[in-house]
């Protein structure tokens, strides 16, 4: 049998895959980490299983999360993407995607995604060695620092918690535990 960090549902498919490959691989392409970005946006609030579940929804409506493509979105698209059932309606995150968009493309004049997030942890991935999940925290220093540069640069949704999730989603900290097979396996791979 397979040792998982304890935060992933026995049998829950979905959930093991993604923290089977994803979860904790550091990541530099700037489409996933856009997407990232505006997933654990969405997911304020509510449980990750629940933006996991309706993730291809969300590559559905969100045009790939193809940062030009959603930065030309217009009113009336996203208010046709509220009434699609396949992604969470909440307008403040539908919106907020979009400006992320915007924001984004601004930043290319002077940096990148990839670097805003990683220059935070120094360009390598934190390796925590956490005992047990109970002692991985919600907020970091780094993931305070983290909301403060994206939210001066313009990005919404972007509170601490949401940087540190985002943080651990993009291998930027790999919180796997000790006990997790994945624990040695990601690593510090950046």
Request: aromatic letters at 8%; glycine letters at 6%; one cysteine or more.
């Amino acid at each position: 049998m397979t040792n998982r960090c304890a935060w992933v549902p026995k049998g829950d498919e979905l959930y093991e895959e993604y923290h089977d490959t994803e979860w904790g691989v550091p990541i530099h392409d700037e489409r996933a980490l856009f997407e990232l970005l505006c997933l654990e946006g969405a997911q304020a609030g509510l449980s990750w299983r629940t933006i996991l579940a309706r993730r291809d929804g969300y590559r559905t409506v969100f045009a790939g999360f193809d940062p030009e493509t959603v930065a030309a979105f217009s009113d009336e698209r996203l208010e046709t993407a509220l009434l699609d059932p396949r992604i969470i309606r909440n307008r403040l995150k539908v919106f907020a995607a979009r400006d992320n968009a915007r924001t984004l493309l601004r930043l290319r004049d002077e940096t990148t995604l990839d670097r805003l997030l990683w220059d935070v942890v120094g360009g390598r991935t934190i390796v925590n060695r956490w005992e047990s999940i109970d002692q991985i925290p919600a907020v970091t220093s780094e993931a305070e620092a983290l909301s403060r540069i994206l939210k001066t640069r313009g990005f919404r949704f972007v509170g601490p918690t949401i940087c540190y999730a985002l943080m651990q989603s993009a291998g930027l900290v790999n919180d796997h535990t000790i006990d997790c097979f994945r624990q040695a396996e990601v690593g510090d791979r950046t």
